[in-house]
């Protein structure tokens, strides 16, 4: 499957060159065009029109793996010492790639425009900005979704709360005196 050759296959912070060809590859074969943005070769934003003029949307998966040594013994095993996908991107990446596939079915049925955005180094936290910043596609979009494989949510179900949610890649700095 996508999600287990991604599993395989962990790549670290803007560093996702192979995973951006891999699905590449996977868009190509739905017709569905995309870019590359930026300088380094990893990220991808695809396009589908719909039908019918309308509001934008993205949908968003993350790419990067962890710098984390896989340590489960399973046929999709990381193939990178100390680099596995531990925090479920390989199933977001997955995840979205079946979402392109189904709206591509329905593009006759879509008001709008649909942005597949497969964001690089969310881990280090500075993908988003970095994909933001390429490129006008950002501006020409009104929602953006992403979601989260999350362990603790029965299967076949799905958790939606509005505003933000699950942990963030920030930084902050705590100065105790006294």
Avoid at 41 to 53: D, F, H, Q, S
Avoid at 62 to 85: F, K, T
Wanted: proline share 4%.
């Amino acid at each position: 499957s996508e999600r287990q050759e991604f599993h395989a296959h962990p790549e670290l912070a803007f560093e996702e060159q192979w995973t951006t060809k891999q699905i590449g590859g996977e868009l190509e074969q739905m017709g569905i065009p995309y870019t590359i943005p930026g300088d380094r070769n990893t990220g991808i934003v695809a396009v589908l029109k719909g039908a019918e003029p309308g509001r934008g949307v993205a949908l968003r998966a993350d790419m990067d793996g962890l710098p984390v040594q896989e340590e489960n013994e399973i046929a999709c095993q990381s193939r990178q010492a100390g680099r596995m996908h531990a925090c479920g991107h390989d199933g977001h990446m997955a995840v979205l790639l079946g979402a392109a596939h189904m709206l591509t079915e329905l593009r006759d049925e879509i008001c709008g425009t649909v942005y597949f955005v497969f964001q690089p180094a969310e881990e280090c936290g500075q993908g988003a900005r970095y994909l933001m910043e390429q490129g006008d596609w950002f501006s020409r979009v009104d929602n953006v979704f992403g979601g989260h494989l999350w362990m603790a949510a029965p299967a076949g179900k799905v958790s939606v709360e509005a505003g933000p949610r699950m942990a963030a890649g920030d930084c902050f700095r705590i100065v105790v005196e006294g």
